[in-house]
């Protein structure tokens, strides 16, 4: 390698090592005239074509540039995670920067000014804890042995990662701080207040710009060129959310339905993973978005069961699979910002169910009244009214009974031990899936 090329990759990988060490006062701003070769580097690299890398284990994310992809992997060390330059020869990597939990602020404090001075760069604290941007101590390649296209990608690199770490960001375990978005993916854009005046803008995504269904759901916060994601549905550990775009305008609402006097976002998928749709309620509580409910029901509704002034939601979860199936319907309780089933609940709902039957029947004494509350009682596992219904009704069944022509009259009568087996395993379900006691415990 010429002289010159070498002098030329020492002054650029200075300035890259640290530049408030070799050029004091300049660790923002990169200055043409700092170095030939970093100025080339420079030229048409920024962090407009950005990604986000999180590291969820450690709580933060950086924005990296597009055009690192498939050029650097990360390792887990004992202080951290460490960034390396891939080589092609095997076993061969060089060090670009590692992020480390250096300690406490004042172990930072009592750190060595030198090594804050040429090594290292607080990024941050949480929770008592100092994160810093450890540089390497030396030159990671020979340049008398690398190619020189692999030294100067690798001191590119070093350059570039300047940029990098005013994006650092701290997270939580479940959702990203920032996100750059590919606008040609945005599905739908739009912006909503909350109750506490903050505006937010909810983004639908879809990874594949060819698909006609979105796939996820994110929020921000100040929507800005730099975006600060609150909420992404993909980061929730929770499939995505099929719906058509055709179908997108009217498949969710931002409104109070269950009267508490903050507005929850609903969504309705296209309901093709499941005999019923699922459905999506995110609420906000304390400028953050949390799901409240993901589940696969016909309808959602709320009442206050329980006279408490907080109102349960319910509503079919299983559809009839034949005609004498009357389905499944579930009671959800809200506990600690989310809606669990509750089995007591949803027993009771059936036996107002069957009271609202029985007072239809008693009103208007019908065929078609008694079949229906027949079926409620059978719904219930409620064998003594079964068994004292068909006893005193018996005169009024009997021309039905053995008609074909009337089987839709009296099809739950006709199928009570078929129904009585089935809501039997349903209620079994009931008793073993009860989230609300659990999470009282």
Known sequence: MKIKQYVILILGFCLALNLTG?????SETLQAEDSLYISESQEGNSLEGSYVYENVEMGFSLEMPRTWEGKFFTEKTQEGVSFYHKNKKEGLHAELF????????????????????????ELGVREG???VRVRPSDFQYNPEEEEESVIREYESML????????????????NPSVEQSDPS???LEEEFVTEDGLTYTLVLNRSDIESEYYDNIRIYKEYTSKKECVFDLQSQDFNILGVKLDEVPAFYTYEDQNKDGIKELYFTESGLLSDYPRRLIIGYFNETFEIMFFRPIYKIEYQDFDGDGSMELFGETIPGQVS???GFEEVFRLQNNKYYHAAVATKEFADLMQEEALKRFNKERSIKNLNY???????SNDLESIDRLLLENEQM???YIENPDYYEDVMYISNIFSMIEMYEERWQWNHDNDESLAVSE
């Open 22 to 26: 070799c050029n004091k006062g300049s």
């Open 98 to 121: 590692s992020i480390y939990i250096f300690g406490t602020e004042g172990d930072w404090e009592n750190a060595s000014p030198e090594f804050k001075e040429y090594h290292a760069l």
């Open 129 to 131: 804890m100092v994160y």
């Open 159 to 174: 350059v570039e990662s300047n940029l990098i770490f005013d994006s650092f960001r701290f997270i939580n375990e479940k």
């Open 185 to 187: 993916k945005v599905v």
């Open 324 to 326: 004498y199936d009357m």
């Open 373 to 379: 509350l027949i079926g409620r009682y059978a719904y």
């Open 397 to 399: 069944m009997a021309p």
